[in-house]
């Protein structure tokens, strides 16, 4: 039986914790890994929450190698792009998508994604290099994610539409088809973009509008 890699789920938080679940689903024949636990610069995280793992170190001092596998668990998109350029080169990075998501003919997906359970991608989709993409979410034909964008649970994302690098999408919100979204943009729970968003903001309602130039993390 060949040796499992070690891997180490990276934040310890909400989306952290819902990745554990997921990952157990996966049956240990099916699979060339092994959860060791998290890896999180909050010792606290854990504290009230059941869980079959430990926070074993910080991002920073925790002693990976370069043939363990990491999983940046972070919907935070600043978050994540500070903690890849902290991790980049010390193990490997690992992309996590859950067996029964549906993907399109000719659709590409970056590394170190995080795709969960019941989640459609149509045809001619591409996605970006660390996203997150939550549970039930939509993703229309011929769109693009920007990489460390964030989509959480139930998004629907029209067809032809464009995400630039590092949007947030909250629960239940919508983009309708062939709009673009501007680079690290938040879009509020429940929210339509219903026209091209062209400021860094965010953005709440329907349709949706800018209630502050600062973002909401």
């Known amino acids: ?36 636990g998290y890896l ?8 009230g929450f059941p869980t079959d793992y430990k926070i074993l170190g910080s991002i920073d001092e925790f002693p990976l190698n370069t ?41 590409k997906i970056g590394t170190g994604c995080i795709i969960f359970p019941g989640t459609i991608i149509s045809n001619n989709v591409s996605i970006g290099d660390f996203v997150t993409i939550g549970c039930g979410s939509q993703i229309g034909h011929d769109s693009v994610i920007g990489q460390f964008s964030s989509l959480m649970a139930s998004v629907d994302i029209g067809g032809k539409c464009i995400l630039e690098e590092g949007v947030f999408m909250g629960t239940n919100s919508t983009c ?31 349709p949706a509008i800018k209630i502050s130039d600062s973002l909401t993390r």
């Open 176 to 206: 309708l088809p062939k709009k673009k979204i501007c680079a690290d943009s938040y879009i509020g729970s429940g929210s339509i973009v219903v026209r091209n968003i062209n400021q860094i903001g965010t953005y709440f309602g329907n």
């Open 1 to 36: 039986m060949q040796n499992k890699k070690k891997l180490f789920i990276v934040g310890a938080g909400n989306l952290g914790r819902e990745l554990e679940s997921w990952l157990s689903l996966i049956p240990p024949d099916q699979s060339d890994w092994k959860i060791q």
């Open 67 to 107: 043939e363990d596998y990491i999983l940046l668990a972070l919907s935070n998109t600043n978050d994540k792009k500070h903690v890849f350029n902290r991790l980049q080169g010390r193990a490997q990075i690992f992309s996590f998508i859950f067996p029964n998501v549906i993907v399109g003919k000719f659709s």
């Open 40 to 47: 999180c610069d909050y010792p606290d995280d854990l504290n």
